[in-house]
């Protein structure tokens, strides 16, 4: 990716971030959140200001209003939900976007190499090394990292309905919901010209690498390319659930003869089912889904040096 610092900071003006936290995600460093802020952020070049989330959708109200008054970089601290509805705001717009990690699963972080510390996250921010990533939308609603359906959808719809976050919890209810979970079948139609017709355990379309906990669904997904990885998966046998875990954990799940992954700029789907799973939170849509990339349409803040992105 190319990407561009903000080196001479003498010469600027102050820039103007809101964080917008969602003091409910995941881990428990989020309850002195602002404390780290305050203490970590370059005050010399930032006027900034700290937002907490009071329920769903406030997090897009407040990134809405940030980009209309023209504050220079808004900071999602939270897991793949609160980002998705912070970015859905700021997608073609000259506002900058920047991600604190503090969710479950953090799986656009893990692809994009933010640190899942606080305040190396901050560092980060102070740096202000910016590039433009691609985002993309089902049905115009957008996400940034990974939509799917089938299992997937099911399992987010599940997990968003427990009140335990983590890894564990949501191990528990892949297991729970394996067994009786029957592959749908899918009617797939790619702006190519290219027409599938399968059946599915579930179907990832994957901007980023990553579901989260370091699994990788996608390992060679870019987020600049102008295209999903579209993963076709079928359902492993029991037996073979610790090869297909290993696969995912070692990042090279593409070597699975029960995995099909096909890049494409955009494509249209038919199912039975209306759940999704939207960067990590479960909604419901019509049947028809229509796929559709916006290519480098979010300014980011990521590490120095990110060739592997």
Request: net charge positive; with cysteine; hydrophobic share 40%.
């Amino acid at each position: 990716m190319k990407t561009n610092a903000l080196k001479d900071h003498s010469r600027q003006e102050k820039r103007s971030i809101r964080f917008i936290v969602n003091p409910f995600s995941g881990r428990k460093t989020n309850q002195n959140i602002s404390e780290i802020i305050h203490s970590a952020i370059n005050s010399e070049i930032y006027n900034y200001e700290i937002c907490l989330t009071k329920s769903e959708g406030h997090a897009k109200q407040l990134s809405r209003e940030a980009v209309e008054a023209g504050i220079h970089i808004v900071i999602a601290v939270g897991g793949d939900g609160t980002i998705n509805e912070v970015a859905s705001q700021i997608i073609n717009s000259e506002t900058i976007f920047g991600i604190i990690p503090v969710g479950s699963g953090n799986g656009l972080a893990r692809h994009m190499g933010i640190p899942l510390s606080v305040p190396k996250a901050i560092q980060l921010i102070n740096e202000s090394n910016i590039t433009s990533i691609d985002t993309a939308t089902i049905n115009e609603k957008p996400f940034v990292s990974i939509a799917g359906i089938g299992f997937d959808a099911l399992v987010a719809e599940k997990f968003s309905e427990s009140n335990k976050r983590g890894f564990f919890s949501y191990l528990r209810i892949v297991i729970q919901e394996y067994f009786n979970y029957k592959p749908r079948k899918y009617v797939i139609q790619f702006n190519d010209g290219k027409r599938l017709e399968v059946r599915a355990f579930f179907i990832s379309f994957a901007n980023s690498s990553q579901f989260g906990y370091n699994t990788s669904i996608a390992p060679h997904a870019k987020l600049d390319d102008g295209k999903l990885d579209v993963c076709i998966v079928q359902k492993p046998r029991i037996f073979d659930m610790p090869t297909v875990a290993n696969l995912l954990l070692l990042k090279r799940i593409h070597k699975s003869s029960l995995v099909k992954i096909i890049p494409s700029s955009g494509l249209q789907v038919i199912r039975s089912e209306r759940a999704i799973n939207l960067d990590g939170e479960a909604v419901k849509l019509k049947k028809k889904l229509e796929i559709k990339v916006k290519p480098l349409s979010l300014k980011i803040i990521i590490p120095k040096n990110d060739s592997k992105k």
